[in-house]
């Protein structure tokens, strides 16, 4: 038998293939195998959504087609990612067991209909799971295309039934043991809502209690543990079976109006996971369109760059997620079809998306979809193949190319990604904030901005970075920032210490260190536990009206929206003022040192372009290494990206811009895509990349 298939062997290209709507088109699923083959595809994701298909009556199982399918795929060299089908569950088994539907917080139960629609807690749908993921398992884990678990697809949502209460009653109880714990730590005299009984406790809901923080936030690590108790028996079932394959479930980000999707702890996953992959929509050559970051200064031409690097700290969260190579799940090769605008992409994105992906650690480039489908909601979404069927269209014509250069790259797929630094997500932090009630409110609290923003920071730096829960092992890093981190947990704030201590570099903002992990505040007021550490006490947090501005006196004068601190240093040292007209000479920006090491302290919000000068301080004075040290002169809108493997370099030089770019490389490297020299200097066209190997 073939050795096992692991991430590290070479770069996968395809994408998620529904065969199981066009099963009675032979000659199309004929000609799917043709076009992959052309198109360079070697893995798709099978039978995400084909429980119907599978299992068109209750236990009546249907195999055969998936055999000739998987069979058929072997043939032409094309991989299987076998998806387990209960993100969407057949109508019978909704109209059989209601219990399987979910309940919303109105407390109705929903109709059949949509997809995650489903209770995780209900004894019938983790059943109905378990007998269809053994039945896979025991059928198709074996197979020499199959080689990886795609469990679910996108895992998403709460559930407000009886059992999910009960469930989340005996998790509470797991958790604080006894009532007055629980009474505490949600501050529950307050407006009389001590509880007295177990059963009085109920999930968040707008026609019910919404005000206890510490409910709101208990009730969301719930909704995390819960899934990820569902993927856990989910896997177990395929594990039982006898499989060994490897695991992942596709993650979800980015949604248009939300920023990041805020539903589940991503961190939680990792232990599940064998890989972790995700789902990647950006908006690209959409000027001015929620971009989340750097909109004060708007320069249309510059949006695919900034765009670029809020990308780049998705995968880069993702590649952290499991610690190695991560895949692409999904992308689209030219556009979505649920932004109030869906534009395609212009020449040379597909191919510039897919490898900023590779650039930062993926192993794989997948699209939904690979054929688009005659009917329903997704008929308009980008595909591979659209509905001409063809091989000469735009798309398909550069997904092809894309595909003959992974080919080219193929030792790249071995390489790690050498992060210099890391930067804190905190999802917990996430909740806690948007449920405050603060100085500033509504969309300016902006923590998934604002995390951005300083990833922004980094990314054009050249400071490859690692996306962290702040929990992990920090001492390889140069520099940690943790923005905005209101809610601070004991064992971030230990953390924190012991890098400082140790000699490390780390950087805190406004809003930090107010609450624990119980969202209560911590005694003796911000920041809490990293005090000492900071060298710190913030006697005041305030806000600023929308337009209103003050600044932060360095070489220049640097506005400050949205939020300012009065800071009491207590050993830290001021590096810059504040300019205010109602308070003198406030400390605006401090350093403390603290053991071996510095820590930075911010103390208001300053747009992009600022919050850049101050990171560059901070880097020339700790030394913090940069891709950028490569290189004599770039235009501004290339980015620079490393994959290395022991003295391997490979170097991606990418043009986020529909200007034409250039650069000047301290030295000669070796053109990998064209073979041959390079040469250190050069142009690149719009949405033009090189790359590049010592
Ligand atoms: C998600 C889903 C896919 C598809 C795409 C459309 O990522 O996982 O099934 O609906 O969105 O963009
Ligand atoms: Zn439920």
């Known amino acids: 038998m073939a050795d096992k298939w692991k991430i590290e062997d070479e770069f996968l290209f395809g994408g998620d293939y529904n065969p199981d709507q066009w099963l009675d088109r032979p000659d199309v699923l004929e000609a799917d195998l043709t076009l992959m083959k052309n198109a360079g595809i070697s893995v798709v994701s099978l039978g995400i959504f084909a429980w119907s298909t599978l299992e068109p009556e209750e236990g009546k199982f249907e195999f055969d087609w998936m055999d000739r399918i998987i069979d058929n795929l072997h043939g032409a060299g094309v991989k299987v990612f076998l998806a387990t089908p209960s993100g969407a569950r057949p109508a019978w088994m909704a109209e059989r067991y209601p219990e399987v539907l979910r309940v919303g917080p109105s407390g109705g139960r929903n109709l059949f209909g949509a997809r995650h629609n489903h209770c995780f807690s209900s004894p019938v749908y983790r059943e109905k799971v378990r007998i269809m993921n053994t039945r896979l398992a025991e059928r198709y884990s074996s197979h020499p295309a199959v080689v990886l678990w795609h469990v679910s697809n996108e895992y998403s949502g709460d559930c407000h039934c009886e059992?999910?209460?009960?469930?989340?009653?005996?998790?509470l109880k797991e958790r604080y043991k006894t009532l007055d714990a629980l009474n505490k730590a949600w501050w529950t005299s307050f407006w009389s809502h001590t509880v007295t009984d177990w059963d009085q406790i109920h999930s968040p809901v707008p026609h019910g209690e919404l005000s206890v923080h510490g409910l709101n936030l208990d009730w969301q690590k719930f909704t995390t543990h819960m899934t990820v108790d569902f993927m856990t028996h989910e896997?177990?079932?395929?594990?039982?079976?006898?499989?060994?394959?490897?695991?992942?479930?596709?993650m979800m980000m980015v949604m248009e109006d939300k920023g990041m999707d805020p539903g589940l702890d991503n961190w939680k996953f990792r232990e599940i996971m064998d890989y972790a992959s995700w789902d990647?929509?950006?908006?690209?050559?959409?000027?001015?369109?929620?971009?989340?970051?750097?909109?004060?200064?708007?320069?249309?031409?510059?949006?695919?760059?900034?765009?670029?690097?809020?990308?780049?700290?998705?995968?880069?969260?993702?590649?952290?997620?499991?610690?190695?190579?991560?895949?692409?799940?999904?992308?689209?090769?030219?556009?979505?079809n649920w932004q109030a605008t869906s534009k395609g992409k212009r020449p040379g994105m597909n191919i510039l998306a897919g490898m900023n992906a590779v650039?930062?650690?993926?192993?794989?480039?997948?699209?939904f979809q690979w054929r688009q489908g005659r009917g329903s909601f997704e008929k308009y979404h980008g595909a591979v193949v659209d509905q001409s069927g063809r091989d000469d269209t735009l798309v398909y014509r550069e997904c092809a190319e894309l595909g003959a250069m992974l080919k080219k790259i193929k030792p790249v797929a071995e390489a790690g990604y050498p992060a210099r630094a890391a930067l804190v997500y905190s999802w917990e932090n996430r909740w806690?904030?948007?449920?405050?009630?603060?100085p500033v409110n509504n969309d300016r609290k902006?923590?998934?901005?604002?995390?951005?923003?300083?990833?922004?920071?980094?990314?054009?730096?050249?400071?490859?970075?690692?996306?962290?829960?702040?929990?992990?092992?920090?001492?390889?890093?140069?520099?940690?920032?943790?923005?905005?981190?209101?809610?601070?947990?004991r064992k971030q704030a230990e953390n924190f210490r012991t890098y400082v201590e140790g000699g490390g570099n780390l950087l805190t903002t406004y809003n930090t260190g107010y609450v624990d992990e119980t969202d209560l505040c911590f005694e003796g007021g911000s920041p809490g536990p990293l005090r000492d550490v900071l060298g710190l006490r913030v006697e005041d947090l305030d806000a600023l009206h929308r337009n209103e501005r003050i600044y932060l006196s360095m070489e220049e004068d640097y506005p400050v929206q949205d939020y300012y601190e009065i800071v009491r240093p207590e050993g830290a040292q001021v590096l810059a003022r504040f300019r205010d007209p109602w308070h003198q000479d406030l400390p605006g920006f401090l350093v403390n040192s603290f053991g071996g090491g510095k820590a930075y302290h911010l103390a208001g919000r300053l747009d992009a372009d600022s919050l850049y000068e101050v990171y560059q301080i901070i880097v020339s004075d700790r030394e913090i290494r940069s891709n950028l040290d490569l290189v004599i002169e770039k235009s501004s809108e290339l980015d620079i990206q490393i994959r290395e493997k022991g003295d391997k370099v490979y170097l991606f030089v990418m043009n986020f811009s529909a200007r034409e770019g250039s650069v000047v490389l301290k030295?000669?490297?070796?053109?990998?895509?064209?073979e041959g020299e390079a040469g250190d200097e050069w142009t690149l066209p719009p949405y033009g990349l090189k790359i590049l190997t010592n």
Not at 313 to 336: A, Q
Not at 457 to 484: F, H, N, Q, R, T
Request: glycine share 6%; aromatic share 12%; with cysteine.
């Open 432 to 438: 806690a904030l948007d449920d405050s009630q603060g």
């Open 235 to 250: 896997v177990e079932a395929l594990k039982s079976a006898g499989s060994d394959l490897p695991v992942t479930t596709n």
């Open 280 to 336: 990647s929509y950006p908006a690209w050559h959409m000027p001015g369109h929620k971009i989340l970051i750097h909109g004060e200064t708007p320069d249309e031409e510059a949006d695919d760059y900034r765009r670029a690097s809020e990308e780049a700290f998705h995968h880069d969260l993702y590649r952290s997620l499991c610690n190695g190579p991560f895949l692409l799940m999904e992308s689209t090769p030219s556009r979505v």
């Open 446 to 489: 902006a923590y998934v901005e604002t995390v951005r923003k300083h990833y922004y920071c980094l990314w054009k730096a050249g400071i490859p970075v690692d996306v962290i829960s702040g929990e992990e092992d920090l001492s390889g890093y140069e520099l940690v920032a943790a923005p905005m981190l209101y809610l601070t947990s």
């Open 667 to 674: 030295s000669t490297w070796n053109d990998f895509l064209e």
């Open 163 to 171: 059992l999910c209460q009960a469930n989340f009653r005996a998790w």
């Open 359 to 367: 650039s930062h650690g993926s192993n794989s480039v997948q699209y």
